[in-house]
């Protein structure tokens, strides 16, 4: 499995699987979640709407994660993932440990085999961009011996050079 890093707008990745930093509505929201819906279209909500009245009625718990279709993006699918908010009083790392496996093992029962993962929690949940960025990194090589055999690629996609860097640190480091 290769990981890279690819600066930009995730919205335009060429990937099977694009993974949305969601919140637990589905509804659609602010950052990644809102360029998502707007650039894929209606399709994308009628799905996570389809999802709230069948098997997610009080919607999609922190650190889950469940596809639908992508829309109109280059993608197939979305994976929609709940990051945890960033807390100084408790540690949460788990819960994003979560998303990123959560998200991966979704994508595999998709039959993804290219996915591209945003600094979940980085933005408005407000994770601090080092540690949100190591986190990725490390949960998704922990995750080889699980996915790596269907999996080839994993993109991680910063939105702005912060990120870039930081995730270039720590995939130096692996
Ligand atoms: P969260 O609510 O999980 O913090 P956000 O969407 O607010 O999610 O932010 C997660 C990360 O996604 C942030 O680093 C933000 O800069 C980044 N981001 C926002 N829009 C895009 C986009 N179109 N493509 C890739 N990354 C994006």
């Known amino acids: ?17 694009v993974v949305n930093a969601a919140n ?3 509804m659609g929201g602010g950052g990644v979640d809102g360029a ?10 009628e799905a996570c709407r389809e999802l709230r ?9 922190t650190g889950r994660a469940v596809a639908t279709t992508a829309g109109e993006l280059p993608a197939t699918w979305v994976i929609h993932t709940v990051g945890p908010v960033y807390s100084i009083s408790e540690d949460r790392t788990e819960l994003l440990v979560s998303c990123y496996r959560e998200s991966l093992r979704a994508a595999v029962d998709v039959g993804a085999t290219t996915v591209a993962f945003p600094a979940i929690s980085a933005g408005i949940y407000g994770w601090p961009l080092e540690d949100a960025t190591r986190v990725a990194v490390e ?3 922990e995750m080889i011996d699980e996915v790596g055999e269907r999996i080839t690629e ?14 270039r640190r720590h995939i130096a480091g692996c």
């Open 1 to 17: 499995m290769d990981m890279r890093i690819q600066p930009g707008d995730i919205t335009r990745a060429q990937v099977d699987a």
């Open 24 to 26: 637990s509505s589905l």
């Open 53 to 61: 009245n069948s098997s997610l009625p009080d919607g999609l718990p």
């Open 154 to 167: 994993v993109l991680f996609v910063p939105f702005d050079e912060a990120a870039e860097n930081a995730y």
């Open 139 to 141: 949960t998704v090589q």
């Open 36 to 45: 998502i819906h707007r650039r894929g279209g209606p399709s994308i909500l």
